[in-house]
């Protein structure tokens, strides 16, 4: 196609999107000129949040970047969601707009008694006041809490640099990196948690590796444990140092027994220069091999000649039957809200509350891992989307803003995007066959989705979050595993933890776990919580009293107080779990809407067990509580590191067992996965097979399937004489982008 006709197709876009924008009708949309409600904190917010507090004299702020320990600075601020009672009688009923407030912490390191403070800080946009956002009775984030700042970081890595000075020798014969004077081949470093082994403490094992492509995949055998809970990095100090299988009391222990040969000595492979065209490093994209059948066209791609079908306003969505809000916290992660369909609200909020890696291994590091990522920042690291890769060409991207261990919000290029796209199966079909040749007619439905997505990559490890919308009332929440695996030095006894995926390289095995929040509102706040699931019933056959007959019977089962509604890994899950309204659907049933999980997820670590306190959620793959404003979030950002006695426990959500029939209720879903990594993981963990997630389908919650509204469908009916009679409710294409076949349809089956 030519220029001429290239300027000519995408002017004819915009026209054709332009008309069906204007076909959208405003009062359509129930979150029109509302959904700001949710909206996150615009740039111009979070400096002005910033100024205020800084302008607190009694806070005796500094910067975040200041290199030391001993100061008060800001961490995190982002926006404050305020009450859902407040919020539904705005939406609903017209009354005043909430008011606009941001959550912020501080970490006040510069005082006898170390603390964090979150505050709310309002009305915005100009704030006026700032308050103490109480803990939880009894959990006070301690301060050893903290998540590790970039300030921390540097001062961590200064610090390994020193401490490992008598190794320098030692790291240039055995690896050909070093921490000193490397330029090029330099050494790095990936730190575990938890960080200690009770709370209170802040003692961290990092695993040394080669600053190459992918050196997550480069560890050089050696891993060093360091104290650094004081705040005068002066006084922090290594304690142990483990090397190929044997433990060593400090650098100068091994440097010393390492010139006397009394270590046993891995020499690692030579590593080509950077930007070599030799062989590419085993852990780098580049490609290499080759397919029996090469292709160097490009794969196909999608194309929308008459423009989006969605509409996006602010951080408001709409597209066919669906309408809600969307916002992406700096702590957590993407979370929509108000979910309706057909105008019906159906989720008050769906959100990410917390992902984990639960590992095992030989080595210190291995055996100590247990990453709880929003402690890592989970919710800011969502970094830009790539077109016709992460999204399609056609997306829509979304901008975000994080103000998150800086001194003022850090501007992410798209960080979110929105698209439709063909599932590439129909969302339902038939063929009508008359057995005799021919048929009576064919019908189908193309499936269509819309997607909101963004990625969160937590050091190694990229999330892939996606919320999908179908026109049959049907969302799903999705999460996809990529990036590189968690990897430590390959040992003999290594291999009852993972894989051998390379030369010195162990792939240790682990569980992902992901948590969400899902308020329904299923026709209403006032919901009750039921199962269902088949039995086999024998009986006399009655139409043949000499036989019997067994078939399925339908057992119901209400559920009326918490515990009763969660369910233990372990046993059986019933496979309907239905939230259902008082409200009935014109023949008789209750109008409700089913939650349907799909995971391979098992309970890791025995309930009670140490670090098990800041993840009690993973016991159950489904619990349903009482809404209430202090449940809001199953995790924290302090969890990580101080899991021994965490801020947020789940597990007490479940302890006043409240009623919930005919209450707001909210479920509780994890999902995941268990990772024996294998040799493919190479260089990358792929998407397929590592995907997981639920999905809230309607159960009677519509008289019919709501996606007749969808003028999608085609339906073929036969003629005797010339070709079939094609009835269509959108016009086939034709335009000057893309023009596809015309549909033929013969169905006819013939012997021959």
Known sequence: MGPEALTLCWAVTGILAQQILADIKPSSWPLRNKAGVFADLSAEEMKAVHNFLWSQKELALERAN??????????????????????????????????????????????????ITEFAVGPLPRPQYMRVLPPTPGHHPSWTSRPISAVEYD???????????????????????????????????????????????????FI??????????????LELLLDHESPDPYSWEVEQLWYNGKYYKSPEELAHKYRKGEVEVVVLEDLPPPNSEQQPLFSSYKPRGAFPTPSNANGPRLVQSQGHRYQIEGNAVL?????????????SGLQILDVRFQGERIAYEVSVQEA?????????????????????????????????????????????????????????????????????????????????????????????????RTTSTVYNYDYIWDFIFYPNGVMEAKMHATGYVHATFYTPEGLHHGTRLHTHLLGNMHT???????????????????????????????????????????????????RQASFRFGKALP?????????????????????QIHSMADQVLPPGWQ??????????????????????????????????????????????????????????????????????????????????????????????????AAKDTIIVWPRDRGPNYVQRWIPEETSVCWMSPLLSYNGTYRAV
Request: charge should be neutral; charged fraction near 20%.
């Open 512 to 562: 992902h776990l992901v948590h969400y929040r899902v308020d329904l509102d299923v026709a209403g706040t006032k919901n009750s919580f039921q199962t269902l699931r088949m039995k086999l019933q024998n009986i006399t056959n009655p139409w043949s009293p000499g036989h019997h007959l067994v078939q399925p019977t339908l057992e119901q089962r209400e559920h009326h107080h918490e």
């Open 155 to 205: 001062l961590l890595a200064q610090t390994l640099q020193e401490f490992t000075k008598p190794l320098h020798q030692f790291f240039l014969e055995t690896t050909g990196f070093s921490f000193q004077d490397c330029q090029d081949r330099c050494l790095t470093f990936t730190d575990v948690a938890p960080r200690g082994l009770a709370s209170g403490q802040r003692r961290t094992w």
């Open 611 to 708: 670090e098990e306190q800041a993840i009690t959620w993973a016991r159950y793959p489904l619990a349903v509580t009482k809404y209430r404003e202090s449940e809001q979030c199953s995790s924290s950002i302090y969890n990580q590191n101080d899991p021994w006695n965490p801020p947020v426990v789940f597990e007490k959500f479940l302890h006043n067992n409240e009623n919930i029939e005919n209450e707001d209720l909210v479920a509780w879903v994890t999902v995941g996965f268990l990772h024996i990594p294998h040799s493919e993981d190479i260089p990358n963990t792929a998407t397929p097979g590592n995907s997981v997630g639920f999905l809230l389908r309607p159960f009677n919650f519509f008289p019919e399937d709501p996606s007749l």
């Open 356 to 452: 984990v890696a639960l590992y095992g291994g030989h080595t210190p590091a291995g055996m100590q891992t247990k990453y709880i990522d929003v402690g890592w920042g989970m919710g800011s690291v969502t970094h830009e989307l790539a077109p016709g890769i992460d999204c399609p060409d056609t997306a829509t991207f979304m901008d975000a803003f994080h103000y998150y261990d800086a001194d003022g919000p850090v501007h992410y290029p798209q960080a979110l995007c929105l698209f439709e796209m063909p599932t590439g199966v129909p969302l339902r079909r038939h063929f009508n066959s008359n057995f005799s040749g021919g048929f009576n007619f064919y019908a189908g439905l193309k499936g269509q989705v819309l997607v909101l």
């Open 575 to 595: 496979k309907y779990l239905l939230f259902t309204s008082p409200k009935k659907n014109p023949w008789g049933h209750k109008r409700s809407y089913r939650v």
């Open 208 to 221: 040394l590796q080669r600053y190459v492509e992918g050196y997550f995949l480069h560890p050089t055998g």
């Open 66 to 115: 200041t290199s030391t320990m001993v100061k008060n600075s800001i961490f995190l601020i982002e926006m404050l969601l305020p009450k859902k009672q407040q919020v539904l009688k705005f939406l609903d009923e017209d009354k005043r707009r909430p008011v606009r407030e941001a959550r912020a912490i501080i970490f006040f390191g510069a005082q006898e008694k170390p603390n």
């Open 319 to 331: 597209y066919g039957g669906w309408s809600f809000a969307y916002r992406l916290r700096s702590s």
